[in-house]
């Protein structure tokens, strides 16, 4: 015995599930499901990943003592146990693999995926969901009473055997004899044809599930004849009926790669079962992709739009890419080399054609022909978004609302597809309570002589629409982009325009809309005042002027051209970063009646003191008007509770 063997425990332990994993196994048992089947689709997408690890494996290292000979996936059933196993001759797993993947959930954003299946309010709501977290295994219990898993990892000589009845706790010992590959047991329930509950040891039924769901596995799934023991008795002896010959196993599944077949001969739901088997996404693709390049670049693709975004869509650590062939040989599961950030919620296949089967993810980020290959996908996807905004609004509304904040991270990234990006993109505006605008919709109503495509950034569209930066441009009917998104802070200062009308903020710099200029004797009235109140307030703005922006406020505060917006100032303290003081221009309305009463009071009486406390109100004002911060909120309290006092 080996040292490795002797270390390891030599009776059975029983461990307890991690609590996330836990309630996820009652959440299988308890049945949140209405189709059941899906659980050996799972297993079959399980033991492929198995099988594609082994033969990578074994590209990368020669010395792997593995079986590789006839790498397949096997499933047997027995009427009499009531059992189900699927076996496959794959990757394996060693006892700490065990422990670390089924035992526990080792996955960013379960904490999150509980909260949301637990405010879930039905059974199809709650599917969508659990999807997205690769967690198929755990729907074994869905169907079975108790299931085991016993499993040996290529090029080790020591077996597990895992066991659990989806309770609090499971068992795990070492198996001396366990065959390469991993084999998962499941005792199944009783049929229930009420709860859905097929009998899943009818050989019928099996091979329809895997003919619907798993036709497309690259890899031989087999099952085992059953012939009846008067087809035994029909070849010859009776002794011949009563001893079990050996099982003759047959491939039910086509194998064909649905890439590689014309698409006249692959269904939608072909495409969209294989959608689920390469992402784990329980739901439908939103919009399936299609590529062959030939030429200097072989390749074929099949790449595929999702229709909801993963809750990790904006996790830093979340797995993003596409899947990478190399002539049908598996390489790796998520090459990010092959789709840039913007677009990691695309999911699919790329098989190429030239590439080395030893290929690395460092090799990859230099290789030419992988970012040729790239460069094509962008804009194959992007031109497919853009046929979907011209050709089916609703299902580009779908796309928009689950995706538009990722792919708007690609105006910054991507400079070389930013036209086409802006193209694609749409955003709210002031022209529709609801219903968001392109760009090109946008410049065809800008009205005549308008040369700016104006917007306003800011946390939600309440606080942008009761902001008074708009009420010039509400009443003289111009449109404004209404953007909301932390990324849109960042892209608009630098993208510059669209079909060479440039982006102005409209709480930025001065407004020029025409016929409203204030005249020069209301500049001679306020001069004075204008003068001291820029001196008053000289720690907070760095100037006060008037305002051709406010229709009914009495004042606002606006950046100069090149100043950062509050909420990118708002963004970068957030994540600790120290920023030097940001002064800005306060703006007044020389026709409200607080202004033009400040006015005239300071012309009569100067050094009146509680003249400074009407400055400082109208600074608050203004901040809390554009939802900004008070440096000192208590104090305006005060000044207004004893305005109010006063005013009684």
């Known amino acids: 015995m080996s040292q490795e063997a ?74 009499d146990a009531r059992t189900l196993t699927v076996r496959d001759n794959g990757i394996g797993m060693s006892r700490d693999d065990v422990v670390n993947l089924i035992g526990t959930i080792a996955k960013s954003g379960t904490a999150e995926f509980l909260r949301k299946l637990k405010e879930s309010q039905d059974a199809a709501g709650s599917q969508d969901l659990i999807g997205q977290f690769g967690v198929g295994f755990y729907s074994s219990f869905m169907v079975a009473d108790k299931v085991t898993l016993t499993t040996r990892k290529a090029g080790t000589t020591d077996g597990v055997r895992w066991e659990s009845e989806g309770e609090g706790t499971y ?46 596995i690259t890899w031989p799934v087999r099952m085992a004849k059953q012939p009846s023991p008067l087809d035994a008795a029909e070849e010859g002896t009776e002794e011949a009926a009563k001893e079990p010959a050996a099982p003759e196993f047959e491939t039910v599944n086509s194998r064909k790669a649905l890439w590689a077949r014309p698409s006249s001969e692959v269904s939608d739901e072909e495409y969209q079962e294989f959608y689920k088997h390469i992402s784990h996404d329980w739901n439908n693709a939103l919009e399936t992709v299609r590529m062959q390049a030939e030429g200097t670049f072989e390749y074929q693709a099949l790449l595929f739009i999702p229709s909801q975004a993963p809750m990790d869509l904006f996790m830093r650590d979340a797995k993003r890419g596409v899947q990478l062939y190399v002539k049908r040989v598996f390489i790796m599961d998520d090459c990010e080399a092959l789709m840039p950030n913007y677009l990691r919620f695309v999911k699919g296949v790329v098989d190429a054609q030239d ?63 930013r036209p086409a990006i802006l193209e694609i993109s749409s955003f709210a505006s002031t022209h529709h309570a609801e219903k968001p605008t392109s760009l090109r919709d946008y410049v065809s109503r800008m009205k005549e002589g308008q040369e700016h495509i104006y917007y306003l950034t800011g946390e939600s569209r309440t606080v942008i629409e009761n902001s008074p930066h708009l009420e010039a ?133 100067p050094a009146d003191g509680s003249l400074a406390e009407t400055a400082e109100l109208l600074h608050g004002m203004a901040l809390l008007a554009e939802g900004g911060e008070l440096a000192d909120p208590g104090r305006f309290l005060k000044l207004v509770a004893d305005r109010a006092a006063k005013a009684l």
Not at 16 to 38: G, T, V
């Open 6 to 79: 002797a270390a390891q425990p030599t009776q059975p332990e029983t461990l307890e599930f991690q609590s996330e994993a836990r309630q996820l196994l009652q959440l299988m048992i308890h049945s949140i499901y209405s189709n059941k089947d899906i659980f050996l689709r799972e297993l079959i997408s399980n033991a492929s990943d198995a099988l594609d690890k082994l033969r990578l494996e074994t590209y990368r290292d020669k010395d792997l003592e593995a079986d590789t000979s006839d790498l397949h996936i096997e499933l047997t059933l027995d009427k």
């Open 171 to 216: 068992t795990i010992e070492p198996v001396a004899d366990a065959p390469q590959g991993t084999a998962v047991t499941l005792h199944l329930k009783p049929a229930d044809d009420e709860d859905h509950l097929f009998d899943y040891t009818s050989e019928w039924k099996v091979r329809e599930i895997v003919k619907r769901y798993s036709d497309f």
């Open 355 to 417: 590439l080395s089967l030893n290929v690395s993810r460092e090799i990859l980020q230099q290789d030419r022909q992988i970012r040729a290959i790239r460069r094509r996908l962008e804009k194959k996807i992007l031109s497919t978004i853009k046929t979907m905004m011209t050709e089916d609004a609703e299902k580009y509304a779908t796309f928009w609302r689950e995706f538009g904040r990722a792919v708007k991270e690609g105006l910054l990234d991507d400079p070389e597809n």
């Open 473 to 605: 441009f509400r009443a003289k009917g111009y449109e404004v982009l209404i953007l909301t998104d932390p990324v849109d802070e960042m892209w608009v200062d630098g993208v510059g325009g669209f079909e060479e009308k440039p982006f102005q903020s409209v709480a930025k710099g001065e407004v020029d809309l025409g016929g409203d200029e204030t005249s020069d004797e209301q500049k001679a009235e306020y001069e004075d005042l204008l003068k001291w109140m820029s001196a008053t307030l000289t720690d907070s703005v760095k100037e006060v002027r008037l305002s051709s922006r406010l229709t009914t406020s009495p004042s606002c505060i606006v950046g100069d051209s090149g100043d950062m917006t509050p909420t990118l100032e708002k963004m970068y303290r957030a994540m600790g970063q120290e920023l030097p003081q940001i002064k800005r221009v306060l703006e007044l309305n020389p026709d409200h009646a607080l202004v033009s009463g400040l006015r005239k009071a300071f012309a009569e009486n």
